[in-house]
């Protein structure tokens, strides 16, 4: 698995690294055994980086890597978690001494004294254009509860506020064939000041897996189900804010063009991670399956399929089908 510079930290993450979201909730089901096999899997095929988050499950995910590592010594894993989303979304939430309760809570579930990288998770702009924010974050690893920060973001005018701040190390922000505005600036501004960008939801919600037909269903408690129109949460987070049907179409047409052999996860997990600006991206996996063939699409990175063919297709495609309902958005 190719690795990557983490920023200006020391270390390195892989350029396919683990979402963790379904291993906590709001995707259906997941035994523990299941979800420590995933972590297993993932690990064993050269990942080495964890995304959580302490709202995933309440801690649950958090949890499950932490016993999961605590059983790998020298594991060389990178866990980044996030928080600020267990409370209401709101400027005045985001407190100093939340930010410590909220670290402290994660440093418990995960089994450290010191979290390796923590995000803001999706904070209202108001926070992410507060200087006094950061000031926070830099207290909390000048007092050695965290390592590095980071900011997950829902649009790109967020990502660059973020990047304006000196002691950012990452922005986690959408990225995939549905979702290419944060090629037009985000990418260069990120390069530019040596922040890395996790890419996150880069199989939109599955649908890019082009599993699903316009009959699949979805279990009630997943968000796939409960949050297409954004009732839960930001209408993003699911699908990529995409129209089911017209991503369907786009997906559809996607797939048709690949070569045998060669899947549309994988072909989209190491288009993505081909890109340049990009420090890994984070798909989720639900299965043993799952996590094995998202680690294995790194190999498309060494050759064998034409990546910049397809990335000539994807534009093509969003700018046909998704440009105009997706571009204004985000």
């Given at each position: 698995?190719r690795?990557?510079p983490?920023s200006?930290?020391?270390r390195?993450?892989s350029?396919?690294g ?7 909730a709001?995707w ?5 055994d299941?979800?420590?096999a ?6 064993d095929?050269?990942?080495?980086l964890?995304?959580t ?12 890597i ?5 059983g790998?010594?020298?594991?060389g894993?990178?866990v980044a ?15 100093p001494?939340?930010?410590?309760a909220?670290t ?10 010191t ?7 999706c904070p209202?702009?108001?926070?992410v ?12 690893v000048a007092?050695g ?7 997950s973001?829902?649009t ?5 506020a973020?990047?304006a701040?000196?002691?950012?190390t990452?922005v986690q ?8 505005k944060p090629?037009d600036e ?7 000041a040596g922040?890395a960008i996790?890419a996150r939801?880069p199989?939109a919600?599955g ?9 699949t ?16 949460f930001?209408?993003?987070e699911?699908?990529?804010g ?7 179409a ?10 045998d052999g060669?899947s549309l ?7 993505i991670?081909?890109?340049p600006?990009?420090?890994?991206v ?9 996590a ?6 790194a190999a498309?990175?060494?050759g064998?399929?034409d990546?910049?063919?397809f990335?000539?297709?994807?534009h093509d495609?969003y700018d046909?089908r ?6 204004p958005?985000?």
């Amino acid at each position: 698995m190719r690795q990557n510079p983490l920023s200006r930290t020391e270390r390195n993450v892989s350029a396919i690294g683990l979402g963790t979201w379904q291993l906590g909730a709001d995707w259906g089901a997941v035994s523990e055994d299941d979800a420590l096999a995933v972590l297993a899997a993932s690990a064993d095929h050269g990942v080495t980086l964890f995304d959580t988050a302490d709202v995933y499950g309440d801690g649950r995910s958090e949890a499950l890597i932490g016993r999961f590592l605590a059983g790998r010594p020298g594991h060389g894993i990178t866990v980044a978690t996030k928080m600020g989303r267990r409370v209401d979304q709101v400027p005045e939430n985001y407190t100093p001494e939340n930010f410590r309760a909220w670290t402290d809570r994660s440093r418990r579930n995960l089994g450290v004294d010191t979290l390796d990288l923590v995000q803001l998770h999706c904070p209202p702009t108001a926070v992410v254009e507060d200087d006094t924010t950061y000031e926070a974050l830099d207290a909390l690893v000048a007092g050695g509860m965290i390592a590095a920060y980071g900011v997950s973001v829902e649009t790109c005018a967020q990502a660059l506020a973020v990047i304006a701040h000196p002691g950012v190390t990452n922005v986690q922000i959408i990225v995939n064939p549905f979702r290419l505005k944060p090629f037009d600036e985000v990418l260069p501004a990120a390069h530019e000041a040596g922040v890395a960008i996790f890419a996150r939801v880069p199989l939109a919600s599955g649908l890019l897996s082009g599993r699903y037909t316009p009959q699949t269903t979805f279990a009630p408690d997943d968000h796939r189900s409960f949050n297409r129109h954004g009732e839960a949460f930001d209408r993003g987070e699911t699908f990529s804010g995409v129209d089911y049907e017209t991503g369907l179409a786009a997906t559809g047409e996607l797939a048709a063009a690949l070569p045998d052999g060669v899947s549309l996860p994988a072909a989209t997990l190491a288009w993505i991670a081909s890109r340049p600006g990009i420090t890994t991206v984070i798909p989720g996996a639900r299965s043993v399956a799952q996590a094995t063939a998202n680690a294995d699409a790194a190999a498309l990175l060494d050759g064998g399929f034409d990546l910049d063919a397809f990335d000539a297709l994807v534009h093509d495609v969003y700018d046909r089908r998704l440009r105009a309902a997706i571009h204004p958005h985000w």
